[in-house]
């Protein structure tokens, strides 16, 4: 079986393209060729220039609502607050006596027993005068010596 194939159409010459054909759009891209070749060139380069300068900026203020009252305190207080992170720190204060006060230790006790079993206080990372994690670090004749603050009974 033979089959004859037939001679790809001709695109002709430029000079067969009538130029006045199509919609004004078409009109002004295929009539100024060259023009929209070098802006298209321009916009390329243009852009891939710009695209030098991109940087990543993760910052959660430019998401958050700074008119709220509590970010409004927040942002009043950030330089008190650095350094914490998620954590919540819990101040005790003996107003009758000092640290080694027994009624104060054992309320300090409680306190540390209590937040160590809510729910979501990462128990590993919790420091207290009663949790195995707080030590002491001294310096004697020997070297260092250190263990943990409030030994267990």
């Known amino acids: 079986m033979h089959v004859q194939t037939s001679p790809p159409p001709s695109t002709g010459s430029l000079n067969d393209f009538d130029s006045a054909s ?6 002004a891209l295929f009539n100024h060729r060259a023009l929209v070749m070098l802006l298209c060139l321009a916009a390329t380069l243009l852009l891939a220039w710009q695209a030098t300068h991109v940087t990543l900026n993760a910052s959660f203020e430019k998401m ?6 509590y970010i409004v305190n927040y942002l009043e207080h950030r330089q008190e607050l650095a350094g914490l992170g998620n954590a919540v720190r819990i101040a005790v ?8 006060d027994k009624n104060y230790l054992h309320t300090l ?5 209590e937040v160590y079993l809510l729910p979501g206080v990462d128990r590993a990372t919790m420091k207290s005068l009663w949790t195995p994690s707080t030590r002491w ?3 004697t004749e020997e070297g260092l ?9």
Do not use: A, F, M, W
Request: aromatic letters at 2%; proline letters at 14%.
């Open 93 to 100: 204060v003996n107003p009758e006596g000092s640290i080694y």
């Open 64 to 69: 958050i609502p700074r008119e709220h009252p």
């Open 137 to 139: 670090t001294g310096v």
């Open 22 to 27: 199509g919609s004004v759009l078409e009109r």
């Open 109 to 113: 006790q409680q306190l540390s027993d």
């Open 145 to 153: 010596e250190g263990g943990p603050v409030i030994p267990d009974c």
